[in-house]
């Protein structure tokens, strides 16, 4: 019997954290703004779930955007990628909970706003039902808020809109073509379909008031967002131990950084859907 696929494709090292923490900041660049801005965070009281905190960047930058008396909770099944207990803000607490696992009863309803984002490259197309449905039973029917009900928001890279730009015609693709060609076979979560069903899912699920917020980033930061995007493939290599892929990504990678230089560049189509619960729709547990 083949071993597990790991629940996490990458590192959990030094590499891995700088590159979460950069994808955030750009993705925030992209989007402007940390949460959706229907989303309202004036209550002092206000509860919010992240979910896959990871380096808890998404926490640090909501910390000050919210009141201070808010609660925020990272949730992760490890927590090797956060900051030490002691640098985080007085606000910001870690538990470990794998959102493919049932919800403690403690963390039922317990929330009026959860967020989530970047799980493309975690989950199978056939997690993501159950994985919803447990996102919505964390989120309050009666959350604090002008009107009754918390909301859910879902950030994604669009793997299956992948394309190759070029900001000029004569710049060559070839080796960033073979770089994903070797990349994608190394575990079949690297090429998610689910993505842009999301809006559906949600509304499946019982979410009303969904949005979906769906951006192609221009020329210069998509180009910024793919070099950051290439450590990935050194990070698959070693997670996946193949030393064939590993020497054959040595030898590519001076070819892919000529030719991103050249201004070639992987692009993808970002998704932001957020949807809110409404009362009397608590969903069954997966």
């Not at 000050?64 to 490890?78: E, F, M, Y």
């Not at 607490?93 to 975690?122: C, G, M, Q, S």
């Not at 993505?195 to 979906?212: H, M």
């Not at 020497?247 to 050249?262: G, K």
Request: proline share 7%; with cysteine.
């Amino acid at each position: 019997m083949a071993p597990a696929a790991p629940e996490y494709v990458f590192t959990r090292d030094y590499l891995d954290n700088n590159r979460i923490n950069l994808q955030h900041y750009l993705w925030t660049e992209l989007f402007g703004y940390v949460i959706h801005p229907k989303i309202p965070t004036d209550d002092p009281h206000l509860k919010i779930a992240d979910v896959g905190t990871g380096t808890g960047v998404w926490l640090t930058s909501l910390s000050n955007l919210v009141p201070k008396s808010a609660q925020l909770d990272g949730l992760d099944i490890s927590f090797d990628a956060a900051p030490p207990a002691g640098s985080l803000p007085p606000n910001v607490t870690l538990r470990k909970w794998n959102v493919k696992e049932a919800i403690p009863l403690e963390l039922t309803e317990a929330y009026d706003f959860v967020h989530i984002r970047n799980f493309a490259f975690v989950l199978q197309d056939g997690d993501i039902p159950g994985v919803l449905r447990r996102l919505v039973r964390l989120i309050s029917e009666s959350a604090n808020q002008p009107e009754p009900g918390g909301y859910l928001q879902w950030g994604e890279a669009d793997v299956a809109s992948f394309r190759i730009e070029k900001v000029r015609a004569d710049a060559e693709t070839d080796a960033l073509r073979e770089l994903l060609q070797l990349s994608q076979p190394q575990d079949s979560r690297l090429s998610p379909k689910w993505v842009s069903g999301l809006p559906r899912l949600f509304s499946t699920e019982g979410l009303d008031l969904i949005e979906a917020d769906v951006r192609d980033a221009p020329p210069h930061l998509a180009w910024t967002t793919h070099q950051c995007n290439l450590l990935v493939h050194e990070l698959l290599a070693r997670q996946a131990g193949n030393q064939h892929a590993s020497t054959v990504l040595q030898a590519l990678m001076p070819r892919v950084v000529n030719e991103t230089m050249q201004g070639s560049y992987w692009a993808f189509t970002r998704y932001t859907v957020v949807g809110r619960k409404p009362v009397a729709t608590l969903a069954k547990d997966a």
